[in-house]
C-alpha cells in the first residue's frame, strides 16, 4: 500500500509581515517612479485630447475626475464599513466601490504618464516638488493597498487606512496640479 507524501503544515503569515511587505513594495514603486522621474530627459508633450486646449488642460480635467470618483470610493467605504448607518448597506455598493475605484485609476493614469514623460520629476518650487512627491506616494499607497487586499487575517483597520492614505495622496496630487490650473486659467477645457 503506498504511503501519503509527508506535506509541511501551511503557516500563516504574522500580520505585520502581510502589512509590511506590500507597503514595502508600494514605497519601492514610489521611489523608481521618482527616480525615473528624474533621470528622465522631459519630452514637454504627451497626453492631448482632442476639444481641450491643452495637455494641461486634459490634465487638469481628468485628475478631477479621479478627484470626484475618488469621493465616491470615500462615500461608498463608509457605507461598506457602517459609518453612514441611514443608508444600510445596499447589495450594490461593493460593485460601485469596485468600480469607482478602478475608473478613478483609470483617469489618473494619463495624468501620470504625462506629468513622467512630458515634465519629470520637478523641484523648482516648493508646489511643484510637493506635486512630484505626492504623485510618487499616490502610485505607491494605491500598489500597496492593492496588494494588502489580497492577504486575508489582517485587521480590520489596515485597508481603509491605506484607502485614506491614497485618496490623501490624491487630493493633495490634486491641490498643487489641477486647482492651481483652474485658479491661474479659469474652467477652460
Known amino acids: 500500500m503506498p504511503t501519503e507524501p509527508e506535506t509541511t503544515p501551511m503557516v500563516p503569515i504574522r500580520p505585520a509581515v502581510a502589512i509590511t511587505i506590500p507597503v514595502m513594495v508600494g514605497a519601492a514603486v514610489a521611489v523608481v ?18 476639444g481641450f ?33 441611514r443608508l444600510g448597506s445596499p447589495r450594490w455598493i461593493g460593485a460601485a466601490h469596485v468600480w469607482s475605484g478602478r475608473l478613478a485609476v483609470l483617469a489618473s493614469v494619463p495624468v501620470a504618464v504625462h506629468c513622467l514623460y512630458a515634465l519629470g520629476f520637478q523641484h523648482s518650487q516648493s508646489r511643484v ?13 494605491f500598489v500597496a493597498k492593492m496588494l494588502l487586499l489580497t492577504r486575508k487575517g489582517l485587521p480590520g483597520w489596515i485597508v481603509p487606512v491605506a484607502g485614506g492614505m491614497v485618496f490623501t495622496g490624491l ?19
Open 33 to 50: 517612479l521618482g527616480v525615473y522621474g528624474q533621470v528622465h530627459e522631459p519630452r514637454f508633450f504627451s497626453v492631448n485630447v482632442a
Open 129 to 141: 516638488l510637493l506635486h512630484s512627491l505626492l504623485g510618487c506616494f499616490f502610485y505607491g499607497a
Open 171 to 189: 487630493t493633495g496630487v490634486w491641490l498643487t496640479s489641477a486647482l492651481w490650473f483652474f485658479q491661474h486659467n479659469g474652467l477652460v477645457f
Open 53 to 85: 486646449s491643452s495637455p494641461t488642460a486634459v490634465k487638469s480635467w481628468l485628475a478631477t475626475l479621479a478627484v470626484v470618483l475618488g469621493l465616491g470610493q470615500v462615500a461608498s467605504a463608509m457605507v461598506m464599513y457602517g459609518r453612514l448607518p
